[in-house]
């Protein structure tokens, strides 16, 4: 599902069930350390992610590496690679892209459910708020304030590798079409790349089996 709104410039392994270790290499010592302590859970889906990015890098040509978490959970990849990864109950995905090509990554999945009592308002500005009514008469199959909780994920995601700063919830500012994109306007100073400030991200967003994916591929 997620490699549907990612380019062809970008690897992407999804799965709706963890994967076995036993089918590919497993973890490496300083992944299985991370998660030493964790309850079974804990470590079934940061195996399965952890899988599904290693199966996309060799997609792409790359050898496997350890995929440790940084600040923020930001994955440190290998040199000249950018990805992301997202996991939630029942969906587990991994998008992985060379760095000449795509500058960096934000995917995020999520349950097709309404968010709980008191997030939205926590998450969202007030025109954002004011469009979900009829984005939801228009596309009633969608959960909409699940779709923009998963978008500014994907916007955090997109970010922070370029920044290694935080960015709030209400510093970014979404519009969506229901036929399937949304834009995402920075309302802080964005990241620079080869002279060019980016005040604004594009992405993708489906639904489907259950979940809302977006996905956003910022370009070189």
Same mark, same amino acid.
């Given at each position: 599902?997620?490699?549907?709104?990612?380019?062809?410039?970008?690897?992407?392994?999804?799965?709706?069930?963890?994967?076995?270790?036993?089918?590919?290499?497993?973890?490496?010592?300083?992944?299985?350390?991370?998660?030493?302590?964790?309850?079974?859970?804990?470590?079934?889906?940061?195996?399965?992610?952890? /899988?599904?990015?290693? +199966?996309?890098?060799?997609?792409?040509?790359?050898?496997?590496?350890?995929?440790? =978490?940084?600040? +923020?959970?930001?994955? *440190?990849?290998?040199?000249?690679?950018?990805?992301?990864?997202?996991?939630?109950?029942? @969906?587990?995905?991994?998008?992985?892209?060379?760095?000449?090509?795509?500058?960096?990554?934000?995917?995020?999945?999520?349950? *097709?459910?309404?968010?709980?009592?008191?997030?939205?308002?926590?998450?969202? /500005?007030?025109?954002?708020?004011?469009? /979900?009514?009829?984005? =939801?008469?228009? +596309?009633?199959?969608?959960?909409?304030?699940?779709?923009? @909780?998963?978008?500014?994920?994907?916007?955090?995601?997109?970010?922070?590798?370029?920044?290694?700063?935080?960015?709030?919830?209400?510093?970014?500012?979404?519009?969506?079409?229901?036929?399937?994109?949304? =834009?995402?306007? /920075?309302?802080?100073?964005?990241?620079?790349?080869?002279?060019? +400030?980016?005040?604004?991200?594009?992405?993708?967003?489906?639904?489907?089996?259950?979940?809302?994916?977006?996905?956003?591929?910022?370009?070189?």
């Amino acid at each position: 599902m997620i490699a549907a709104i990612l380019p062809p410039d970008v690897a992407a392994v999804s799965t709706f069930g963890d994967l076995s270790p036993t089918r590919d290499r497993g973890l490496f010592p300083a992944e299985a350390a991370a998660v030493a302590q964790a309850v079974a859970r804990r470590r079934a889906e940061f195996t399965t992610v952890r /899988l599904c990015a290693r +199966r996309a890098m060799a997609e792409l040509g790359l050898p496997p590496a350890p995929l440790l =978490s940084g600040k +923020r959970g930001a994955i *440190n990849w290998p040199d000249g690679v950018t990805g992301s990864m997202t996991h939630c109950p029942g @969906f587990r995905a991994a998008a992985i892209a060379r760095t000449e090509a795509i500058a960096s990554l934000g995917i995020d999945a999520e349950p *097709n459910l309404p968010l709980p009592d008191g997030v939205l308002e926590v998450i969202s /500005l007030p025109r954002e708020r004011a469009g /979900l009514a009829e984005l =939801s008469r228009r +596309r009633p199959d969608v959960h909409w304030d699940r779709l923009l @909780f998963s978008a500014k994920e994907s916007v955090f995601k997109t970010w922070y590798p370029l920044t290694r700063r935080e960015l709030d919830f209400t510093e970014a500012e979404l519009d969506f079409d229901p036929a399937g994109t949304f =834009s995402a306007r /920075l309302l802080v100073p964005g990241p620079e790349l080869a002279g060019r +400030r980016h005040g604004a991200f594009s992405g993708r967003w489906t639904v489907g089996r259950g979940f809302v994916l977006t996905a956003i591929a910022l370009p070189a």
